[in-house]
């Protein structure tokens, strides 16, 4: 079983920002791509931001303007910046790594790997 780390959840007022983190082992980081989603109670997984093979980023039109993912090589990460943030933001969010064709789908991604996730709470 592969560990994928996260950190950086919590909770913030609307408006606020959170930053996440996500480090993968090193081959799965260099070999696979990388991608943060989310679950909110009650509804379904969201894909939200994912990183493809040359390192370009696809988002969610919930998130586009307000979200930027990074990777950090130095790390073997992948960082996710939200700024204004929305009550309806609150979810427990997961990193994943999987198969870079077809990762930054965001709605069938081919994940190999679940992070534990990370809960952010966001209040009006």
């Known amino acids: 079983q592969v560990q994928l780390e996260e950190s950086g959840g919590g909770s913030v007022q609307a408006g606020g920002s959170l930053r996440l983190s996500c480090v993968a082992p090193?081959?799965?980081?260099?070999?696979?791509?990388m991608g943060w989603f989310r679950r909110a109670p009650g509804k379904e997984r969201e894909g939200i931001a994912a990183?493809?093979?040359?390192?370009?980023?696809t988002y969610a039109d919930s998130v586009k303007g307000r979200f930027t993912v990074t990777k950090n090589n130095s790390l073997h990460g992948l960082v996710l910046q939200m700024m204004s943030l929305k009550p309806e933001d609150t979810a427990m969010y997961y990193c994943?790594?999987?198969?870079?064709?077809?990762?930054?789908?965001?709605?069938?991604?081919?994940?190999?790997?679940w992070g534990q996730g990370t809960q952010v709470t966001v209040s009006s």
């Open positions: 994943a790594v999987g198969y870079c064709s077809g990762m930054t789908s965001l709605t069938s991604p081919p994940v190999l790997y």
């Open positions: 090193g081959y799965y980081y260099t070999n696979y791509c």
């Open positions: 990183v493809d093979a040359y390192g370009s980023a």
